[in-house]
């Protein structure tokens, strides 16, 4: 069983359309993260939850909404998706917030055109 | 001011040797802790080996183990006997447990590349 699982795995569309990414984590986990990783390969950090609350919003723009319906899932639905969205996005989830591995799901790479 | 610092964009090793990848971070927490993630070109992010501020050993795991000089604020990753599937990209992450929000800061990565 596949610890987080993200879907889709590849994402193509077009400016302007609103899309969502799904993520689950099977490991009983209380927190749960979105990363960004862009063409160079660098990671930051968009959004932390835990316990389904919001705890950072890592200066990201609001047309990004994440969602958090129980401890195990993050859903990110993002609006009038722009050419500088494209880029691979990670979920990851850990035991809480403090000195625990974080673990990542297999990522899912959107392409806006 | 970058937090983490990975300053080997590329790395070459010959298979079977041991290979150390670099990583300097910045944090005036007393209590933090650090990480290494490898990311083959299939793209996953694989957890390999974790240190806490306050452990005193290095931390190993297998065939990595992770040198911490504390004073100097390194945390390099030593992989020892490089086999073709180690070829990645590594990255080096810090935790600042102060902030209390569980963000990873990221260096830059280093690409290895494993030679038969």
């Known amino acids: 069983d596949t610890a987080v699982s993200q879907t889709p795995k590849y994402l193509v569309t077009q400016m302007g359309n609103d899309k969502s990414i799904k993520c689950e984590q099977n490991?009983?986990?209380?927190?749960m993260y979105w990363y960004k990783q862009d063409s160079k390969k660098f990671l930051k950090i968009m959004f932390s939850?835990?316990?389904?609350?919001?705890?950072i919003n890592e200066t990201v723009p609001n047309r990004f909404s994440p969602k958090s319906p129980d401890k195990a899932h993050l859903n990110l639905h993002i609006n009038s998706l722009e050419l500088g969205d494209s880029a691979v996005y990670f979920c990851?989830?850990?035991?809480?917030?403090?000195?625990?591995?974080?673990?990542f799901g297999p990522g899912t790479r959107l392409l806006v055109l | 001011a970058q937090k983490i610092t990975q300053t080997q964009p590329g790395m070459f090793v010959q298979e079977k040797e041991a290979v150390t990848l670099d990583c300097t971070y910045d944090?005036?927490?007393?209590?933090?802790?650090l990480f290494w993630y490898k990311q083959p070109s299939s793209g996953e992010m694989i957890f390999l080996i974790y240190?806490?501020?306050?452990?005193?050993q290095n931390a190993t795991e297998g065939r990595y183990s992770l040198n911490f000089q504390k004073a100097r604020k390194s945390a390099n990753l030593v992989i020892s006997a490089s086999q073709l599937g180690d070829s990645a990209m590594y990255f080096c992450?810090?935790?600042?447990?102060?902030?209390?929000?569980?963000?990873?800061?990221f260096g830059q990565g280093t690409t290895l590349q494993v030679k038969p």
């Open positions: 240190q806490g501020s306050y452990d005193e």
């Open positions: 992450a810090m935790r600042e447990v102060s902030s209390n929000t569980g963000k990873l800061i």
């Open positions: 939850y835990n316990n389904k609350e919001l705890i």
């Open positions: 944090t005036s927490d007393q209590s933090y802790g």
């Open positions: 990851a989830s850990s035991r809480s917030l403090s000195q625990e591995t974080q673990y």
């Open positions: 490991l009983g986990h209380d927190t």
